[in-house]
C-alpha cells in the first residue's frame, strides 16, 4: 500500500524557523528552493523532483505577488500566490510552502537553516546572493539543470501570438 503524505502545509512566516527546529529534531534533512513558480510547467516538476531527491523534506520559499510584480514586472504574477502555494503543494515533492516578500531569499534561508539549498543552473556561487549564508552556517548548495525552453515567460509569449 503506497503511503499519502498528509503533513503538507503552508507555514506562517513568523513560525517556520520553530517548523524547521521541530524537522530537525526528527531527524529529518531539510531541503530549501524558492521561487516565483507563476505558471507551473514540466520544467518545475522536474526541478522541484530533483530538488526533493537530496532530502527528506523540500520547502519552497514562494515569492509573494508584490515581490513578483517586482521582479517580473506589473503583469505578473498570473496566478495569484494563494493559488501558486496550492498547486505547489500538489505536488508530490514539495511538502511545504512559505511565502517571502524579500527581493531575495537570504533572510527566509537564515531563518530556516536547510542543510540543501538548492537553485537553477542559471545560477552560480558568483551570482547567488543566498550563497554566503548558506555557507555561514555549514548548508550545501545544489545547482539544478534547467529544462531547456521551459519557462513561464515562454509559455505567456507563446499564450500573447494567438
Known amino acids: ?3 499519502r503524505q498528509v503533513n503538507k502545509m503552508l507555514i506562517d512566516r513568523k513560525k517556520i524557523s520553530a517548523h524547521c527546529e521541530q524537522l530537525r529534531q526528527q531527524g529529518k534533512k531539510i531541503v530549501f528552493t524558492n521561487g516565483c513558480f507563476d505558471i ?3 520544467g518545475h516538476v522536474r526541478y522541484l523532483t530533483t530538488a526533493k531527491n537530496f532530502g527528506d523534506i523540500l520547502i519552497v520559499g514562494l515569492n509573494s505577488d508584490e515581490s513578483v510584480r517586482r521582479l517580473k514586472g506589473k503583469t505578473r504574477p498570473v496566478n495569484n500566490q ?5 498547486v505547489l503543494l500538489g505536488l508530490k515533492a514539495v511538502d511545504d510552502v512559505v511565502f517571502f516578500g ?3 531569499a537570504e533572510n527566509l534561508i537564515a531563518e530556516i537553516k536547510p542543510a540543501i539549498y538548492v537553485k537553477g543552473g542559471d545560477y552560480n556561487l558568483d551570482n547567488l546572493p543566498e550563497a554566503k549564508i548558506v555557507q555561514g552556517y555549514g ?3 545544489k545547482f539544478v539543470q534547467l529544462v531547456e525552453g ?3 515567460t515562454n509559455i505567456i509569449k507563446k499564450i500573447s501570438a494567438d
Do not use: C, F, P, Y
Not at 494563494?82 to 496550492?86: G, I
Open 1 to 3: 500500500m503506497k503511503q
Open 139 to 141: 548548508g550545501e548548495i
Open 40 to 42: 507551473l510547467h514540466a
Open 82 to 86: 494563494n493559488d501558486r502555494a496550492e
Open 150 to 152: 521551459k519557462s513561464t
Open 102 to 104: 524579500e527581493q531575495t
